[in-house]
């Protein structure tokens, strides 16, 4: 059998947990601060009405059952018995401590065997982290937290609106850290303000973070967006697919390689987008990555050599 080149999420949790597991999105009635003016207006410049909840069911029905309609269904289909509560849509942890408690509490269920918490680096707050962990040691449910970055050049976050730093994204992971969770963070390598160099520290970022896992999007461009209207007046170019596997291949050479990768491309519905992976499907793009990684002999973690007093090493190899 050939060797992945990279970790894959799937089977990392088939490791953990020993069987297959499921993640199953849930889709509260939250907005978030970077929309609703308390950070600032409008989102970032690529958040589209929806968020990132396309496979959502509607935020009106209680997370009790959504959680038991979409398990009932994987159940059938895939005799699946392990799933993960995925609190995915906009920032989970944008409410009150009590509601976001109430919310926790229902999603504590026998077939859940990990809560997933998808925010902003700027909405991790210790009392909430404080309040998992209770979840954590009482029901024996493993929490992770899902945090959006996106980008670690600061100019970039400003350009796309993003309302933090990424000053926001370290405090966030040392508290996430400090509570025993994992967590997974997102970025997004073909923003066209940045290149290949904001790439390479982005992984470099990551790893010397110690973050366990990472989910990488492609860029799509939803219609009725601040993104899509400058892509309809040309302010930017959209960078080449062959660029976006070429930074996809060095990102995971500087990456730890005990990080798992949740994703290597994004995925989103064509009928809502202006440009969406190219024309091609998302397979079709991660089968390019694998093709260029075997052809260059490329794998995660070639060229994670950078931590730890890297300037050291002729004292110690001598
Ligand atoms: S942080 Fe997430 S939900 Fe908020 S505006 Fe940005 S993409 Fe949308």
Redesign the pocket.
């Known amino acids: 059998m050939q060797k992945n080149r990279y970790r894959i999420y799937s089977q990392y949790l088939k490791e953990k947990y020993g069987e297959k597991v499921y993640k199953i999105p849930i889709n509260l009635p939250v907005t978030?601060?970077?929309?609703d003016g308390t950070v600032a207006s409008g989102?970032?410049i690529?958040?589209g009405e929806e968020?990132?909840g396309f496979e959502n069911l509607e935020n009106s029905i209680s997370v009790t059952e959504q959680l038991n309609r979409n398990i009932s269904y994987i159940q059938k289909k895939y005799k699946a018995k392990k799933f993960i509560a995925y609190f995915q849509n906009?920032?989970n942890t944008y409410l009150p401590l009590e509601k976001f408690k109430e919310y926790i509490y229902e999603a504590c269920q026998d077939n859940i065997v990990e809560i997933s918490v998808s925010t902003?680096p700027d909405c991790v707050k210790d009392e909430y982290l404080a309040f998992l962990k209770e979840i954590k040691e009482k029901e024996q449910i493993n929490i992770s937290i899902e945090l959006?970055l996106q980008s670690v050049n600061y100019h970039t976050l400003k350009k796309i609106n993003?309302?933090h730093s990424l000053a926001e994204l370290i405090d966030a992971i040392i508290r996430i850290k400090k509570h025993g969770f994992e967590s997974c963070v997102h970025m997004i390598l073909n923003l066209p303000w940045d290149d290949e160099e904001d790439v390479i520290e982005g992984a470099k970022i990551i790893s010397a973070l110690g973050v366990e896992q990472v989910k990488l999007h492609s860029l799509y461009i939803l219609k009725n967006t601040m993104i899509g209207k400058m892509y309809e007046n040309e302010e930017f170019k959209i960078i080449p697919l062959e660029e976006y596997i070429k930074r996809v291949t060095l990102f995971l050479e500087y990456l730890n390689p005990d990080i798992v990768l949740q994703r290597l491309v994004g995925r989103a519905p064509k009928e809502n987008t202006l440009f969406c992976n190219w024309n091609t499907s998302w397979w079709k793009i991660k089968d390019a990555i694998d093709e260029r990684m075997e052809r260059l002999e490329s794998y995660q973690g070639k060229k994670f050599n950078y931590l730890n007093g890297k300037a050291l090493r002729p004292f110690f190899n001598a």
């Open positions: 978030c601060p970077n929309r989102g970032c690529f958040c968020g990132a906009f920032t902003r959006g993003r309302g």
